[in-house]
């Protein structure tokens, strides 16, 4: 599968909040043999009852020269977010990078749109650093209060920020960017100048990403929509994930 695989070794841990945790890793080699590009994630692999599990997780703040980069977890049920519970400096992951890449929409939209959750925050983040001059309006949902209190890099002079609370499995999510998202892109160009992100569940992706191709007009290659997680039976963000 053309996979390269790397042991990741943590050096630090923080609780950001109640059901957020960050850890910091050396990176094994990898980013001097990959290259470093925006929303880069990596499939980290853990022990499911004696069977491996791979969940996959953006980089946050990768840094080339010193071979280092942190994670973000957001905290659920599961051996990947159980490790990340327990992790203490000097533990080791394997991982592989696979499929991993992004293309910076051209020419530039007028104002990005941009739909994530917790478990995407991290890429959403590092979208928002890659293309700093450019105007966007943000759905992000949450699901407990401290979510409020997690890292957004964003500009309150540029970014308009909407946060949603997890309902209806995703379906409040869906409702409010199906009201405002027409009048939104008219007020900014029309859809064919549109750039759109979405990274949220599988269900809810797929039903925004259709909706803004086949009912907007938004062109394919404007769109990016990838699913990070798929929900347990209560459902919730599986992991910080790419």
């Not at 979510?147 to 609370?165: N, Q």
């Not at 909706?211 to 394919?220: A, D, F, Q, S, T």
Request: glycine content about 10%.
């Amino acid at each position: 599968m053309r996979g390269k695989d790397f042991t990741f070794t943590v050096t630090g841990t923080e609780d950001v909040t109640d059901h957020y945790r960050r850890l910091g890793f050396t990176d094994g080699g990898m980013l001097a043999a990959t290259g470093v590009h925006p929303t880069m994630w990596v499939r980290m692999w853990f022990t499911d009852a004696g069977k491996p599990h791979q969940r996959a997780y953006t980089l946050v703040d990768p840094d080339t020269e010193a071979g280092t980069f942190t994670v973000e977890f957001a905290l659920h049920d599961g051996p990947a977010a159980d490790w990340a519970r327990k992790a203490q400096p000097g533990d080791t992951v394997e991982a592989t990078v696979q499929g991993t890449g992004f293309t910076a929409p051209d020419p530039l939209p007028q104002r990005m749109v941009v739909i994530g959750d917790t478990a995407s925050l991290p890429a959403v983040n590092s979208l928002l650093d890659a293309l700093p001059q450019t105007p966007a309006t943000l759905w992000l949902e949450t699901q407990h209060v401290s979510d409020d209190d997690l890292p957004l890099r964003h500009d309150p002079a540029r970014h308009e920020v909407h946060r949603v609370p997890r309902e209806d499995a995703g379906g409040r999510l869906v409702a409010e960017v199906r009201a405002a998202l027409p009048a939104l892109l008219e007020e900014h160009g029309g859809p064919a100048g549109a750039y759109v992100w979405i990274a949220c569940d599988t269900a809810t992706t797929r039903a925004l990403g259709a909706y803004v191709r086949r009912e907007l007009g938004v062109p394919g290659q404007r769109v990016d929509a990838l699913g990070y997680w798929q929900p347990p039976k209560d459902p919730g963000p599986a992991s910080a994930a790419a």
